[in-house]
């Protein structure tokens, strides 16, 4: 299957199916086009011209106004390409890195970057050939592009850096061996556009949207399973209570959370309390606000892969070329650490559905185990829960609202969007775990409500989780548990 680049709005749910489904790369005719000749404009522009232009015949940054040589511009953009792969801390997970490549050659494929055809052509088969470039998080002030990050990937490009290929790290110079390529030979502002770009706080945040929309309906099959074992009321959830309160996320998880337990004989009995605490009576505005969240950083994100962001841009058609500032993360920064607070939440509210859950209230035993004291049962996995959740919290303070003058003061505001994504998808995997752990309490809560049964949608997803984490008659070894309720959380297919 062939995923062909072109000017065609690529969605989030498009990225999602080319990742996961295997999807080769292929330029368009159109988007070779439009390469070709903003290439061949650049070309004639730099003989027909004596004035600088920034980043093409200048140096970059603060050195904005030396002027370079005609003999040394490749130089000049390999010489930014290996002073710039800078990064250090954790390595960027491959499934990012190679997201990077995809939304980097999408970035290019727009006609105003000025690269070259064959450089393209091989960002796209590094990405077919399964060609991981290693990156790492740390590096990128979030401003002038992701530079280091960008860097370190495109580096394998000259033969330099690392790469991964079928599970082993290899030098850039050893995959050319191996692939039997040339080093691609730098022309004038390439390096620049291949380092400056949004890349890699987009590819954080395109995998982050793509990971909390799946949480997202988790934390409500979850939930409803909870409020279930709970035995809970179902009247918070009907349509004329969020009618009149039309947020769409509401109403489309109360909708949800109605389908989920239709049928079910649990919610069904009389109930003899008046009313349930927030964590279960209010999952429609909570996780509500979260989606909503989610749907308005899913439109800013597929903007900014939609988009050019390096610089100087090129506009062949009108004969300009202007030093401007597209590469600045500040629309994507303010978005992503917004999304990092929606997914804490739903951690948050989740962790509170579990204390309730074990806190031996509604004729569930203390801990949900039938001899508490003796057995400790599920109290410490609420410990682990509460120690996610604080510090998911801490992850939430905005990234976005900092910046540190950089390059003699000439990049004198940064987003910091780089840290707003790498902490982002730390968030969303910690509410991936919390809520792992609500469904393990769930579940077991659920056993001591039988003869009773849920839902056939809870009862289902309960039979395949029994499959791989057992009901706990006595204490044992918990954290094989937790990791196989995460594991499950990726792997089980939720009925729409």
């Not at 000025?114 to 401003?143: C, K, W």
Request: glycine fraction near 6%; aromatic fraction near 6%; include cysteine.
């Amino acid at each position: 299957m062939i995923h062909y680049i072109s000017a065609e709005h690529l969605t989030i749910a498009r990225i999602e199916e080319i990742l996961t489904k295997g999807y080769k790369l292929a330029l368009s005719d159109d988007a070779k086009k439009r390469i070709v000749h903003c290439r061949e404009y650049l070309d004639r522009k730099m003989e027909d011209t004596e004035r600088p232009i920034y980043g093409v015949t200048t140096g970059f940054g603060s050195l904005c106004n030396i002027s370079i040589s005609k003999e040394n511009l490749s130089r000049l953009q390999k010489n930014l390409m290996m002073s710039h792969a800078c990064g250090t801390g954790a390595r960027v997970p491959s499934e990012i890195a190679r997201l990077m490549i995809l939304l980097k050659v999408q970035s290019l494929s727009y006609g105003h970057s000025g690269v070259q055809l064959v450089t393209v052509e091989r960002l796209v088969d590094m990405f077919n050939n399964n060609i991981v470039p290693v990156v790492y998080e740390q590096g990128s002030l979030g401003a002038s592009g992701d530079l280091s990050p960008l860097a370190h990937m495109c580096l394998p490009l000259l033969g330099l850096g690392e790469v991964e290929i079928d599970g082993e790290v290899i030098s850039g110079e050893a995959m050319m061996q191996k692939m039997g390529w040339e080093p691609i030979a730098l022309c004038s502002k390439e390096g620049l556009a291949l380092l400056n770009g949004t890349q890699f706080m987009s590819a954080y945040g395109v995998y982050s949207i793509i990971n909390a929309r799946r949480l997202s309906r988790w934390a409500d099959h979850i939930g409803a399973m909870s409020l279930d074992a709970f035995d809970g009321r179902m009247e918070p959830f009907e349509h004329n209570v969020h009618a009149i309160r039309p947020h769409n996320g509401q109403i489309e998880t109360a909708k949800a959370i109605r389908g989920i337990l239709e049928g079910s004989e649990i919610a069904r009995q009389p109930k003899k309390h008046v009313q349930d605490p927030y964590s279960f009576r209010c999952m429609p505005q909570v996780h509500g606000a979260s989606k909503d969240t989610l749907a308005y950083v899913a439109s800013v994100l597929e903007t900014e892969v939609n988009s050019a962001t390096d610089n100087p841009t090129v506009f062949p058609d009108t004969d300009e070329v202007i030093s401007a500032g597209n590469f600045h993360g500040q629309p994507i920064a303010l978005a992503m650490d917004f999304l990092a607070i929606a997914m804490a939440e739903l951690g948050n509210i989740s962790e509170r559905r579990i204390y309730k859950i074990i806190s031996g209230a509604r004729n569930l035993p203390n801990f949900l185990v039938a001899n508490p004291g003796l057995n400790s049962g599920f109290m410490i996995p609420q410990y682990t829960a509460a120690s996610v959740v604080s510090q998911s919290k801490g992850l939430c303070w905005p990234a976005s609202c900092d910046s540190i003058p950089s390059s003699q003061g000439q990049e004198d505001h940064v987003s910091m969007g780089s840290n707003a994504a790498t902490k982002l998808w730390k968030v969303v995997q910690n509410t991936e775990r919390v809520l792992a752990i609500e469904l393990m309490n769930a579940a077991q809560a659920l056993e001591f409500r039988r003869p009773l049964r849920s839902s056939a949608a809870v009862e289902a997803m309960f039979e395949a989780y029994r499959k791989v984490v057992p009901f706990v008659e006595n204490d044992t070894v918990m954290f094989p548990h937790i990791a196989s309720s995460v594991k499950f959380l990726n792997e089980y297919e939720l009925a729409r």
